[in-house]
């Protein structure tokens, strides 16, 4: 029988390496919550059956195939964040594997209209689907989804897609897999990686800075305006695990050093009182004209949306990944609900 | 040739049984309007098939067969009141049926804002679709759609998911299969069944209490505040069909009489004029303490969401059956729309 | 090697004839932006298409044929204005061939809240999926969507559902689909169409101006106010096709030389100050006692959503094709994606 009679109060105060353990549930990784969770053994696994998942959906016979492995799944898209193209690339990463999908866009429509608790929207989720996708405001909530299933031992998957400010795993995920990519093609040799913008509040820098550890030899350098640096649990993070990094406000001038530029937008959705209107973030922009300071082989990442960090113009350029890098995203999660529903070997088997 | 020339004036009218004959066409459960349109035989029908389907689905291979009965449906859910679990249990129901959905929310998105009249929209619904499912605040729409399409001899079906604070007879149904489960297992003879809280606005109660008549040996416990006591309309389907029942504004001390406890939510969506705020609920909210006061065996039933009625910790409770309760909803949902599809023959004989 | 140079402001300046070979990538139909791309020769394919696709779905063995075919794509639908039929018909056509759907209602749950570009929101749906189907208030988006895609060669097709007051080019294909069935019922002859109402915003009455080229025989009678007589390019084009055509503000006088009966509705959303208050439209109503002075076998057209132009009791009479042509469109989208997929010859070999 199972044991897991933890509180909420005491689950919250456990290591992380005990959470990740408890996460996992009879060999199957059933929650994805936080990046930390993907070690690189994993992710080694889960780069080669994007790759796979992708190359099978260029042919219809392989799109077909794939489609049958996870007919008989459903999943629920709880999103109260706006969102387009996590929200848009899970979904179709879904109808990929033959998933069937129901959405909750907000709160507008539901249940907690009439004074439900999260919890019990939840739950109720978990009665009618196999795997719950969550993006909130709340930090808190993909975790206590987690917690409560698995408490209740309820056979449902839940896999977080962005908790308020604090993590977005799969979009480190799909920046890890980008990397990989972007490396695998370069020469070897220590690469440095330039994170740029709002690292205080924006996730996505923070989940990849957490996915980075399993990249050897990268060296970070973090810019961003002063008011906007790391936290500093990031910071001891880095630390911990002898990630090289460096701070600095000096974006044009580092441009020349980069392997990776990685771009990020101002998370002004976060303002407390409109501090954002202080922050001069347009000498973090990356201008067409700073192209020719860029080395030639290096590769332009941004998560996306973006206003104006990047020049549109660079999109013509053969070092723009981004596109490319959103697109990574619909395969990365593919990749990711095959894994946790346990048919990568199903998919890796498949051969035409 | 069929003949069905009734204005809507004359069809509302007509008495209930002169209707039930007219929602079947062709032998078939054309359109699900209100709860005393389930007899016991059908009930039972629909018990078996709910059992059927859910056992079919543990399995890839029953759930992908279940999938290729009605894929060649197509389905709109037409849900203009706030809705998570109605909404989404027939929207999973379909989908383990093979059926596709389409959805309209509200009216943001919809021609109403155009001026259209509710009437056309249920006819475009039908222009697109094969079965409208929907949810409304006027009590009558629903069964006007079926009226629409019933004089215009369109093969389109309909079941109302929520009119109003009127009827709810899907909510029925599945309260039904879960005292069927209950009544199973438990001893013969009386069962007293109480049903507490909002009884006068509630449609969720009144839709059991009409569906209740199919239950022979069962006693009701009507618990109430004064001002929430049931209508009389109620009161005279109770007399009419023999059914004994008590009415009382005493909850915690009727407890232990009670085989089923069925918990409802002050309903004050409903509200006119803010009369909720003058009533004292919290008297008939089940406390964690007041378990002890309840038979061993019996049942607690709530058709959810609920706020404070139901305290958390009950959930941990063997008699707590709600969760149980909302995933029956799928079930039954399920089993309605194989039975009003004609389906409930392919599905029995399913075999592995 | 492909060579798509213009830019912008250089392609939108190009000739209709020349933008229309532009759509076109490897012979197939990439792009479907504007209502003249319709030729016969295209039309006539697509009619035969329409009316196989409308056989093959009454029965389940045609239905899950039917979906088979482009079971490997995904469309997206983005729909910023209101719509229920353009929308609901898409998506049902989407489900009729297998393709998966996702939708963008409105910009509240997307990135553009964030400061996105509807360029790059346009991207990101390119990313995911094959097919974009868009309806907004920017006359300009679905071409330069088109442009976009062309430009940057990405095979992902872009269907105009909708642009402003500008273009329905899938209402002008539904429309000439229901007037082709119209008229292979009818005795030869010269035709005389009646267009009532809006004419001026309607881009319903607007598109199927200009599709009526393709038709021989056809006499116009442009009935509406005087403030809402159609503009001065469609005049253009009328002449420029050598479309015969009156102009009138007479309604009810010119009922009874009418083959086709074309109403529509004032389109007051796009009123500036109010000016839909000015003019009496209730002379450009079809009334139920005017049935008398048309033609026997003449035929009713509305685009729908109707408020009071025709009278609700015309619904039941034979010449009330409104319903029909409703119908039409999801027929005919369908028919539209399959040809721009290039499967209409898959679909025409299906034999039972």
């Known amino acids: 029988m199972r044991n897991f009679k933890y509180s909420w109060e005491e689950y919250q105060k456990l290591p992380i390496s005990k959470k990740k353990k408890l996460l996992i549930r009879n060999s199957e990784l059933s929650y994805l919550i936080f990046a930390q969770q993907f070690e690189r053994k994993v992710l080694e696994k889960l780069f080669t059956l994007a790759d796979k998942i992708r190359f099978l959906s260029k042919s219809k016979e392989g799109a077909d195939k794939l489609q049958t492995l996870l007919s008989h799944k459903r999943a629920t898209l709880f999103f109260s964040q706006p969102s387009t193209r ?17 959405e909750l866009r907000d709160g507008a429509s539901s249940s907690q209209k009439k004074g439900e608790s999260p919890e019990d929207t939840i739950l109720t989720f978990a009665s009618y689907t196999d795997l719950i996708i969550m993006r909130n405001n709340e ?19 839940v896999i977080n897609a962005g908790s308020g400010k604090d993590q977005h795993p799969t979009q480190a995920l ?22 740029a913008g709002d690292l205080k509040r924006g996730r996505a820098a923070r989940s990849l800075i957490y996915i ?20 500093n649990d990031v910071r001891k993070f880095l630390l911990k695990n002898y990630i090289e990094f460096i701070e600095t406000d000096k974006f044009k001038e580092n441009l020349k050093k980069a392997d990776v530029i990685y771009m990020t937008r101002i998370q002004d959705e976060y303002d407390v009182s409109n501090e954002s209107k202080e922050i001069d973030y347009s000498t973090f922009h990356l201008k067409k004209s700073y192209l020719k300071l860029i080395k030639k082989d290096a590769v332009i990442m941004h998560p996306l949306p973006r206003r104006d960090e990047v020049d549109i113009e660079i999109d013509d350029d053969e070092r723009a990944w981004y596109w490319k890098q959103e697109r990574n995203g619909m395969w990365a999660r593919a990749s990711l609900i095959a894994y946790m529903f346990g048919i990568e070997n199903d998919i890796m088997k498949i051969n035409f």
Chains 1, 2, 3 share one sequence.
């Open 212 to 231: 980075l550890k399993n990249f050897k030899d990268v060296k970070l350098l973090l810019i961003s305006p002063e008011p906007l640096k790391i936290e």
């Open 174 to 195: 799909l920046d890890a897999y980008t990397l990989h990519q972007a490396f695998s093609k370069a020469k070897s040799g220590k690469k440095t990686i330039v994170i």
């Open 86 to 102: 996590t929200f848009k690339s899970f979904y179709n990463a879904c109808h990929i594997l033959g998933i069937k999908t129901t």
């Open 139 to 157: 930090e808190w909530l993909a975790e206590k989804a987690s917690w409560l299933l698995n408490k209740k031992n309820r056979v449902v998957k």
